[in-house]
Nanobody, 114 residues
Framework: QVQLVESGGGLVQPGGSLRLSCAVS????????MGWFRQAPGAQREIVAR???????NYANSVKGRFTISRDNAKNTVALQMNSLNPEDTAVYYC????????WGQGTQVTVSS
């Protein structure tokens, strides 16, 4: 059973930045896609970014150009650099494989507000 631990969330003003980190209990080297997902209040969980084991990336249109996903296969971590945050980015952020397993972490809350 894979354990996923997200961190780095917080309260930030519009236009600000945050860097999220995800520590995975097992090796991610063989996992083709790792992704970051988010769930806003009253909304379904959605994927915002994913990265292949070879480093190719895909982003949701809503975050393209503002978010950057990265992974460190040696350290079994996945990161999400978020810039130019706006209130619509407010959500709980999760990492998981893509497609996701059932083993979701607790997530990390990101709140963008003035």
């Amino acid at each position: 059973q894979v354990q996923l631990v997200e961190s780095g969330g917080g309260l930030v003003q519009p236009g600000g930045s945050l860097r999220l980190s995800c520590a995975v209990s097992g090796s991610i080297e063989s996992i083709y896609f790792m992704g970051w997902f988010r769930q806003a209040p009253g909304a379904q969980r959605e994927i915002v970014a994913r990265i292949s084991r070879y480093g190719s990336t895909n982003y949701a249109n809503s975050v393209k150009g503002r978010f950057t996903i990265s992974r460190d296969n040696a350290k079994n971590t996945v990161a999400l650099q978020m810039n130019s945050l706006n209130p619509e980015d407010t959500a709980v952020y999760y990492c998981n494989t893509d497609p996701p397993t059932r083993d979701w972490g607790q997530g990390t809350q990101v709140t963008v507000s003035s």
